[in-house]
């Protein structure tokens, strides 16, 4: 579950969100702001390139690509139910609600801005466990997995209009981008991100293991 709201960990996570994911006033530097913009978009569509990329790639049978093409949606299917559960578990208030209470939470340690704006606006729905992360700790730890390496140059699209491409030489530098973006954005504490890691590798793994086995 995430830290207490008087704990020292959430107090560190919410100034690094304060900070970094402002809208006005943000001490993020502008590479980051790319980072931010560039995983705002439909994280299905763009995990799935990677994996057909990836596919096309290193695999030349059939059956073996139609397997990592099904557990790279199984894992991030299974991530995302239990990130649901989380999100309606535990209840955490989004950054731009915590900052604006940040004088009320009991915490000593935050101080509360009524005027912070996210870079990015909330979804309408609860912070832990983040969505994004459990979908991309998924999918890049079940291709790690199926090739039993976690280095692979591949080239990551975005489905947001003028943002290129970017270029990766190992799976989970894509979860550690994920992390730093969604913080960016101004809408997840980084507990909520991590956590989310967690699960989806988790996923991943429990998947790998148990379904869609290799008949050799």
């Known amino acids: 579950g995430p830290p207490h709201l008087s704990s020292g960990r959430y107090a560190r996570d ?3 969100v304060k900070a970094l994911g402002a809208r006005f006033g943000s001490s993020r530097t502008a590479a980051q702001t790319s980072l931010a913009t560039f995983y705002s978009g439909n994280f299905f569509a763009q995990m799935n390139g990677i994996a057909r990329s990836v596919a096309l790639a290193r695999l030349s049978d059939i059956g073996d690509t139609a397997r990592l093409l099904a557990l790279a949606i199984v894992s991030p299917a299974d991530a995302l139910i239990v990130t649901w559960d989380n999100k309606r578990t535990y209840n955490v208030w989004r950054p731009s609600t915590a900052i604006f209470e940040g004088d009320n939470d009991g ?4 101080v509360g801005d ?3 704006l996210p870079l990015f606006n909330d979804p309408p729905y609860p912070d832990y466990t983040s ?12 291709l790690a997995l199926f090739f039993n390496d976690d280095a692979f140059t591949f080239t990551v699209a975005t489905t947001v209009p ?4 970017r270029t990766y ?9 994920v992390v730093d973006a969604r913080i960016y954005m ?3 504490f980084r507990f909520a991100d991590e956590g989310a890691r967690r699960l989806g590798k988790k996923s991943a793994n429990w998947a790998f293991g148990h379904e869609l086995r290799p008949l050799e």
Not at 162 to 165: D, E, I, L, R, V
């Open 186 to 188: 101004g809408i997840h």
């Open 169 to 177: 030489g190992r799976f989970s530098a894509v979860m550690d981008d």
């Open 162 to 165: 003028g943002q290129g491409t």
């Open 131 to 142: 969505g994004a992360n459990s979908i991309t700790a998924a999918f890049m730890y079940t």
């Open 107 to 110: 915490n000593p340690q935050t």
């Open 14 to 16: 919410y100034d690094e």
């Open 114 to 116: 009524p005027t912070w």
